[in-house]
């Protein structure tokens, strides 16, 4: 079946401006995940929802940064007044962690490459 | 909190040479552990995981890696590689099933004829 998709796959953008990102995960998975990677730092983790809830927002850097997730399904991470130091490629996973036949494997999708100028 | 070093941050093999990729981690009790692989401008893949039972698991692409809980380890290793391997590494460990994982800070490999 179809992966996590991301959109856009590219975005540069102008400093001070505010982008959202969009993750559509596997259908069905319950679990969502945000990471960012950056040069030097590696992976690093955002927020996760379980359905349409937060229960970790701990690895997100400022509150420029907010992610919503509606439906259970597609979740959009908001940069407000980006900085050049949010440049980074911003990663989303999924995962079916409940219910028979729950697996705790975490699906990339291929990333959104965010550039401010 | 649990965390992740791959000590080889860039390794450079033959091709058909056989490859070892390090991976440890901190954490009291035994982590979910995973090693995934990324190519140039592609997401990331499973590659295999670790969650109980035996402790030589097996993967994708030929690859397996041991859990040695006595050296908080879970090295990667591939008898012979092949050009296509060249890639980013990363080693990631969770505390349970659904836990944002926390990542190394990745082994690029690149192959060499």
């Known amino acids: 079946g179809a992966g996590v998709s991301q959109s856009p796959s590219n975005k540069v953008t102008e400093k001070g401006k505010d982008v959202e990102l969009r993750c559509d995960p596997i259908s069905g998975h319950t679990a969502l995940y945000w990471y960012r990677q950056s040069l030097g730092q590696g992976l690093e983790f955002l927020i996760y929802?379980?359905?349409?809830?937060?229960?970790?927002k701990s690895g997100l850097p400022s509150d420029r940064f907010s992610a919503e997730r509606t439906g259970g399904s597609v979740s959009t991470l908001t940069i407000q007044r980006t900085q050049q130091e949010d440049s980074a490629v911003y990663l989303c996973?999924?995962?079916?962690?409940?219910?028979?036949?729950?697996?705790?494997?975490?699906?990339f999708g291929p990333g959104t490459r965010l550039t401010v100028t | 909190a649990q965390s992740v070093t791959q000590p080889d941050i860039h390794i450079t093999v033959s091709e058909g040479a056989s490859l070892e990729l390090r991976c440890n981690y901190s954490?009291?009790?035994?982590?979910?552990l995973f090693w995934y692989v990324q190519s140039p401008g592609q997401g990331l893949q499973l590659l295999l995981k670790y969650f109980s039972g035996d402790t030589l698991v097996q993967g994708i692409k030929g690859f397996e890696a041991e859990f040695k809980r006595s050296q908080s380890s879970f090295n990667l290793r591939k008898p012979s590689v092949h050009w296509s391997d060249a890639a980013e590494y990363f080693c990631a460990v969770g505390i349970s099933g659904n836990t944002p994982l926390v990542f190394g800070k990745g082994t690029r490999l690149s192959v060499i004829a």
């Open positions: 929802f379980q359905g349409n809830s937060a229960p970790d």
């Open positions: 954490y009291g009790a035994t982590p979910y």
């Open positions: 996973a999924s995962s079916l962690n409940y219910g028979q036949g729950s697996s705790y494997e975490q699906y």
